[in-house]
Nanobody
Framework: QVQLVESGGGLVQAGGSLRLSCAAS????????MGWFRQAPGKEREYVAV????????YYADSAKGRFTISRDNAKTTVFLQMNSLKPEDTAIYSC?????????????????WGQGTQVTVSS
């Protein structure tokens, strides 16, 4: 059974930082591209950052460029999202996902497995 378990969310003031982790089990982690997506209340889910099985390439949504960094540790079957300079508009539920598609897909429909998500709230 595949499980993706996110952690590291919470409440932070604008300008602060958080580091999200997603621990994967039940799959051959190095065979999967990994992505972070988010969904704010009343909005559609959007991709934040994705990373290929090898760690390169990575892609970021315009809203995340320069502030967020995605990385992975294949030995620990974990993917990370370092978020700096957080803004109130970053408030959302952040979910990680795993994809067998090649490269680093940015389309959520190409992801096979999803975690339950972790809440990130940024206060102004």
């Amino acid at each position: 059974q595949v499980q993706l378990v996110e952690s590291g969310g919470g409440l932070v003031q604008a300008g602060g930082s958080l580091r999200l982790s997603c621990a994967a089990s039940g799959l051959i982690f190095r065979n999967y591209a990994m992505g972070w997506f988010r969904q704010a209340p009343g909005k559609e889910r959007e991709y934040v950052a994705v990373i290929s099985w090898s760690g390169y390439p990575t892609y970021y949504a315009d809203s995340a460029k320069g502030r967020f960094t995605i990385s992975r540790d294949n030995a620990k079957t974990t993917v990370f999202l370092q978020m700096n300079s957080l803004k109130p508009e970053d408030t959302a539920i952040y979910s990680c996902a795993a994809s067998r598609a090649g490269g680093a897909p940015t389309i959520s429909g190409l992801y096979d497995y999803w975690g339950q998500g972790t809440q990130v709230t940024v206060s102004s």
